[in-house]
């Protein structure tokens, strides 16, 4: 005998898809306008075309009818019925009581509310980066102290690889085999999260080539996460520079992380962030800024 809460929660998945459907029209899904439509949105047929399943079982699930839905139909009316992540999501908790399975997203650039979360935030250096450590947005006092990443290619842009490959990031980090090691074993614990991913899986096999030291310590197997923590460096420009970080997810990207670095308390690194930041102002177009 079904339960009263499993009949709810059935009526609640049905009701949820007939409230997406009719939000879409069919021009934004590709179809043709058609005639006589009595409500608005998609009718149940287009829906099951777009998801690629019979319009009779389709139709089962908006009535409520005790049948088994898989992630893979779930994935594709999610995908047809143009839902954000936190639908999808609820999506998932209606038809299987759980969470979908996690999604790698790329993201190549950050909204712009991101952006400007990051150009505001004055003289702490801010960048945005993707599951595989490319840094993909960025702030200007991240530009004055980390080097100019627009300049820089795909590999330097990757914080893996600038953390190994750069000799002038091992001169200017001060502790910095500390450091490359605490960045290793965040990698080591990140890369568990997608372990089939051919972008990641590349990236560990480029470090394993390149670096000797990067070789011969990921055989330790250390795992960190680390969000937060302290760094100084020695700025060729700047002098010494000392930084509290924290990392965070983007809530609806949770592929996507953002890591702040505000100047520590009782020492001149505020002053010293913005001195660079007004002589980058002062050099623009005059010449390049310093990149590393």
């Known amino acids: ?21 009719a939000r879409i029209s069919p021009e934004q899904v590709g179809l043709p306008p058609g005639n006589r ?20 079982w389709y139709t089962w699930l908006e009535q409520g009818r005790p049948i088994s839905v898989s992630i893979q139909v779930l994935e594709s009316l999610a995908q047809s019925l143009h839902l954000n992540a936190s639908e999808r999501e609820h999506l998932f908790f209606l038809a299987h009581q759980q969470p979908p399975p996690q999604k790698v997203l790329w993201p190549e650039t950050v909204s ?3 952006q400007h979360f990051l150009d ?6 801010a960048y945005a980066t993707g599951p595989s450590w490319d840094v993909v947005a960025w702030n200007e006092a991240a530009l004055a102290v980390f080097g100019d990443f627009p300049q820089m290619t795909m590999p330097e842009r990757n914080l893996v690889w600038h953390m190994f490959m750069s000799p002038t990031y091992r001169q200017i980090l001060v502790n910095w085999e500390e450091h490359a090691r605490h960045v290793l074993a965040q990698f080591r614990n990140s890369r568990s999260h997608f372990p089939e991913d051919p972008r990641v ?26 969000p ?14 000392t930084f509290e970080h924290l990392t965070f997810q983007v809530y609806d990207l949770p592929d996507l992380r953002v890591t702040v670095y505000t100047p520590a308390a009782e020492t001149e690194t505020s002053a010293r962030v913005k001195q660079l930041l007004h002589e980058r102002q002062r050099l623009r177009g005059v010449g390049d800024p310093l990149v590393f």
């Open 112 to 114: 712009p509310m991101v």
């Open 1 to 21: 005998m079904v339960s009263q809460q499993e009949q709810q929660r059935r009526q609640e998945l049905g009701d949820f898809l007939r409230t997406r459907r």
């Open 37 to 56: 439509r009595r409500t608005p949105g998609l009718r149940r047929t287009e829906v099951a075309q777009l998801a690629g399943v019979s319009i009779d």
């Open 201 to 226: 899986t590349a990236l560990l096999d480029d470090m394993l080539a390149a670096s000797p030291e990067f070789r011969d310590w990921w055989s330790d197997h250390e795992v960190l996460r680390i």
């Open 228 to 241: 937060e923590g302290q760094k100084m460096l020695k700025h060729p420009q700047a002098g010494y520079l």
């Open 120 to 125: 505001h935030l004055d003289s702490s250096p």
